[in-house]
């Protein structure tokens, strides 16, 4: 006997949901994720009516469910968001230039500004050529350093008010046990918040709309949905993840 629906008891359910584990049929799935992320985004106050939002796209399939919720409820809701897609190059073969093309599809499936930026341009150095000058070992440190001035110098490139990240509650627990382990206190409260706080002059807020999603309903959102993402991993995984919180102020570099 086919499982139906626990949400409209009419269609066949398709997936237990991680998060509530109540089945649902695909058309209930996709209603409850898009509700909880405009809940997230209208609880926290994330938008302002005629705001410009920059989209962090990296082509993988937190950001690319970002873009497409984004979109759709900024239709759906009325939020009066101008949105674009914001790219950054950091300049590594045949992993980022394969997943840039990822996003320069998704912005013709979504018709969304598209702005990319390239390590290169902004500090005359791609990630490639420092792994090879300074070799794989002593990588982590520099790279930090860059990222870290990528995140506070990216914006204003693109000239937007607010940029989202495709962070989600399994990054923000990862971060948590983290910052805990290091027994780092002040970061500990920072990773957490949906936004950042401190808004220095130049640097560009951001905020988390999919904070409360579980990667697996990410996933899970994507299959169904069909989405076009990129799903290989990076040759220096360690290094590229991006900081799911606020690095524009508090204590030092984060230790390899
Ligand atoms: N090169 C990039 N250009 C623009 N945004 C990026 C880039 N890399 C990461 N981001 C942003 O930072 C978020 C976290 O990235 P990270 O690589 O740490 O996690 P991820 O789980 O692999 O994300 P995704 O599935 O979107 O690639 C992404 O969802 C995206 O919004």
Known sequence: MP????SCGDKRAVLKRPKT???LCKACFFWAFEE???QTIVTANLFKHGEIVGIAASGGKDSTVLAHVMKLLNERFNY???LMLLSVDEGISGYRDDSLETVKRNQEQYELPLKIVSYEELYGWTMDAIVKQVGRKNKLHLLRRVQKAGARQRSPHAKVDKICTGHNADDIAETV?????RGDIARLRRCTAISTSSEG???VPRCKPLKYAY???IVLYAYFKKLDYFST???YPQCLSWPCEDLSEGPGERQA
């Open 201 to 203: 002059e130049g640097v």
């Open 233 to 235: 991993e990076c040759i």
């Open 3 to 6: 499982v139906l629906c626990s």
């Open 177 to 181: 046990v983290m910052n805990v382990l």
């Open 21 to 23: 584990g109540h089945s």
């Open 80 to 82: 009066g968001l101008e």
């Open 215 to 217: 990667e697996k309903e």
């Open 36 to 38: 909880e992320v405009h």
